[in-house]
């Protein structure tokens, strides 16, 4: 039987909300109640399904993450859109196997770390907004790479990319935190994709066209 572990202490509540969606929500709900008391029903419809959508996108659901030793989960919601080999890159030094994982505007997008380890650094980098499903969206959009190492010491790089609509990026960890695989650590705004650069060693267990669910679903083993 497989095992499974909190790397989060789960919620005490149904309907767990990220707490970035709060202000976003408490507007939207405030408007919608002036909407009704001023006799706006149109408005106070449209305004209470808002905050209805709202609340969905920033939804925080616990997650029991896999206990296997050297297993990569995936750190977001959403579709695989890309799996290969990348040459040198800012993210990676040498060759990696790079997984892309396109999170739409139904998916959680709160993001998990991939792996327990040592955060090296966190980088931030201005820059465009492309649609987040085309390729060049992962070095020339606006992004946050979070620079990972394994307690046996293999590197792994994790990056939040903005999209076409997502312009807001949060990074909840800083260099030198020690985290957890599965732990949350940030969430991207509206939908984007995130892109992990793994060592070449990897056995990787997804494919593109795959579904997977961060924290839960495994990407790879190391070995």
């Not at 990220?18 to 001023?38: H, K, N």
């Not at 920033?58 to 579709?79: C, E, L, N, T, Y």
Request: some cysteine.
């Amino acid at each position: 039987m497989e095992k499974f572990s909190w790397s989060d202490p789960p919620g005490q509540i149904a309907f767990p909300i990220c707490r970035a969606g709060y202000p976003l929500i408490f507007g939207s709900a405030f408007a919608t109640v002036i909407f009704a008391l001023l006799g706006l029903t149109l408005l106070a419809l449209i305004g209470l399904i808002a905050t209805f959508c709202i609340c969905g996108f920033f939804r925080d659901p616990d997650r029991v993450i896999p206990d296997k030793q050297g297993v990569v989960v995936s750190p977001a919601d959403g579709k695989v859109i890309a799996v290969g080999s990348v040459e040198n890159n800012p993210f990676f030094a040498g060759d990696s196997i790079k997984v892309s994982i396109f999170m739409s505007v139904f998916n959680v997008h709160v993001n998990r770390i991939p792996h327990e380890g040592r955060v090296k650094d966190v980088n931030y980098y201005p820059g465009k907004f492309f649609a987040a499903n085309r390729e060049k969206a992962s070095q020339k959009n606006e992004h946050n790479a979070v620079f990972l190492e394994t307690d046996n010491g293999k590197e792994i790089c994790v990056v939040q990319v903005a999209g076409l609509i997502a312009r807001r990026i949060i990074c909840t960890v800083q260099p030198g935190n020690q985290v957890l695989r599965g732990q949350r650590f940030g969430i991207i705004c509206f939908g984007s994709r995130l892109d992990v650069y793994l060592p070449r060693t990897i056995d990787i267990e997804v494919a593109v066209g795959d579904k997977v669910k961060a924290g839960t679903s495994i990407l790879g083993q190391l070995s």
